[in-house]
């Protein structure tokens, strides 16, 4: 998780309070302050996976490829551990160190670690600028002789040699004294991470100390620094925004989808000719309107789409005629419909005839109609 303010808060009121000395080599400044180490890589996104109440505090990366793990309570000498697993075409490597390492030393490893790679042709390349003896034997001693860096193989089952760095109390050969801390960096450790590692280990800028902080040794020389105390807090401030932004612009980098081929002009296939006749727009097809229902007729032509009784239905092509009790088709033409008038008997032709007067009047002896029974006008 990132750095939160709480946490920079703690850093500011405890170097707030105390005054700044520049103290050099760097290999003699002392530890320091640890959360050099962990906020930059809290800024990254590591998450502390340890016990939060314990006093060994374990990181591990956002890809838990990478794991730091900070024990001051071991039975070695090994405070600081710096693992890394086997990746894709990636060795695992394995580096450590002492006690008494200056946390800012550590710091520009752990920095190169978690921002975007920088081209480093040689790692000895800022030990040498700085003034370091270097011989051919891959072995390079600091100005003072306190300090030894050696790459050169220990083993004939190591593919290449490892790193080790020493820093003892005399700068006698025979008799070097104790040791006061120690660093190892196997072979696959990356070049850029060591040669972080030792330009942070060799730059000439001293380091600020607090005046009762403690050194690797006596010969650690301490001034007065210029810089205020709160300047030293803007400074640490400044760097961990500083490494948030650019592991932010790392991941986006590894999370971009990748850019889509530009697209090529696929061949088209020749047009396919067709003949004159089939490309010439066909005549507009009219309908003529069909003649609706007649005053005569029982014939309607459809109305709304729908085919009314008596109209030429549209799967036939004859007409029929209605008749009362009757439909007989007819041969095909207009569409027509004829009425027969209705057949009266012959006794009721006769009765009407001879019937006076004449049917309606009130003294008539008619047979008279009612409504339903056959009639003169029925």
């Not at 081209?119 to 030894?148: E, F, I, M, N, Y």
Request: glycine share 6%.
């Amino acid at each position: 998780m990132p750095v939160s303010e709480r946490q920079l808060d703690a850093f500011a009121d405890q170097h707030a309070g105390q005054i700044p000395f520049d103290t050099s080599p760097r290999h003699l400044a002392g530890p320091g302050d640890a959360r050099h180490v962990t906020h930059g890589l809290a800024a990254a996104g590591w998450a502390t996976v340890s016990d939060p109440l314990s006093a060994e505090i374990v990181m591990a990366s956002p890809d838990h490829r990478y794991r730091l793990q900070f024990d001051p309570q071991t039975a070695t000498s090994a405070w600081w551990r710096l693992r890394a697993a086997h990746g894709d075409n990636e060795h695992g490597w394995y580096a450590e160190f002492g006690e008494l390492v200056p946390a800012e030393v550590l710091a520009g490893l752990t920095d190169a670690l978690i921002t975007p790679p920088s081209s480093q042709p040689d790692p000895w390349q800022p030990v040498t600028s700085a003034g370091w003896q270097h011989d051919d034997a891959k072995t390079a001693l600091s100005p003072d002789s306190l300090c030894r860096i050696e790459h050169r193989p220990t083993s004939e089952f190591h593919e290449r040699p490892p790193w080790h760095i020493e820093v003892r109390t005399s700068s006698d050969e025979s008799f070097p004294g104790p040791r006061i801390w120690h660093a190892f960096l196997d072979e696959h450790v990356p070049d850029r991470l060591v040669g972080a590692f030792l330009g942070a280990l060799a730059d000439q800028s001293p380091l600020q100390r607090g005046m009762f902080d403690r050194t690797a040794h006596y010969s650690a020389v301490k001034e007065p620094s210029p810089l205020r105390p709160q300047q030293v807090v803007d400074a640490h401030t400044a760097r961990v925004k500083t490494l948030r932004a650019q592991a932010r612009a790392v991941r986006r980098q590894q999370t971009a989808p990748a850019t889509p081929p530009a697209p090529t002009t696929a061949v088209q296939p020749a047009a396919r000719r067709w003949p004159q006749r089939m490309l010439s727009s066909p005549a507009p097809r009219t309908t003529a309107a069909a003649p609706r229902c007649g005053a005569s007729t029982a014939t309607c032509a459809t109305v709304n789409g729908s085919w009314r009784p008596g109209t030429l239905s549209p799967r036939s092509k004859r007409t029929w005629t209605v008749g009362p009790s009757t439909r007989t088709p007819t041969a095909a033409g207009p569409p027509s419909v004829t009425r027969t008038p209705p057949q009266r008997s012959t006794a009721s032709v006769l009765a009407l005839a001879n019937c006076w007067p004449p049917p309606g009047s009130s003294s008539s002896t008619c047979p008279h109609t009612s409504r339903g029974t056959a009639g003169p006008g029925s």
